[in-house]
């Protein structure tokens, strides 16, 4: 436990090399994690978002949104575990567009609430992030964004483990000098 930082800043440098000079292994696990975060944004629609607004017409637009953002985000995990190849090309285009249509349903949700004076900014700017992230996918290639987003991970991944090994070892140094000043105040 003393030198848990320099452990663990190690243990994340290593792990953010590993990225950097693997990065097609590194981008299944980004889609995969993207996957669960679309179940558990589906989740969350059907949940919170769901509940918002009284009406059969919003819930049923919120219920299209979150049913296809589960099966999308379970499709992105069990496929590319169980298939390889040109199913993460598929996958991501699949992601590309059940963000799109999210966002769609979402800005067609929030126009839903026009009327009922709750404050539909957020709903706007999370649609507006899905439809830009989508966007984003499109104007890139799939499989050179993959590469990129988790060389970006590689790298901070490692800087963090560089912060935490630099804690490690001028926390050392500044416990090494603290018992002789508190040694030099009580003489």
Request: aromatic share 10%.
């Amino acid at each position: 436990m003393k030198r848990l930082y320099l452990f663990l800043g190690s243990l994340l440098a290593a792990l953010g090399l590993l990225i950097i000079i693997f990065p097609a292994f590194w981008v299944k696990v980004v889609v995969i994690l993207l996957g669960l975060g679309m179940i558990a944004y589906g989740i969350y629609g059907l949940r919170v978002t769901k509940a918002v607004f009284d009406d059969t017409i919003f819930e049923r637009t919120i219920l299209i949104k979150s049913v296809a953002g589960i099966v999308v985000g379970l499709l992105s995990v069990i496929f590319p575990l169980a298939f390889s190849g040109t199913v993460w090309t598929i996958i991501i285009w699949i992601l590309i567009i059940s963000l799109i249509l999210s966002a769609v349903l979402g800005f067609y949700a929030a126009s839903l609430l026009k009327d009922t004076g709750i404050d539909r900014k957020d709903y706007f700017l999370e649609n507006l992030f899905l439809l830009v992230a989508a966007v984003v996918l499109i104007l890139i290639s799939p499989k050179q964004l993959g590469i990129a987003i988790v060389r970006i991970i590689g790298i901070a991944v490692m800087v963090i483990g560089g912060a935490l090994i630099l804690v490690d070892v001028t926390s050392k140094k500044e416990s090494g000098d603290a018992p002789a000043e508190v040694k030099d105040k009580g003489e």
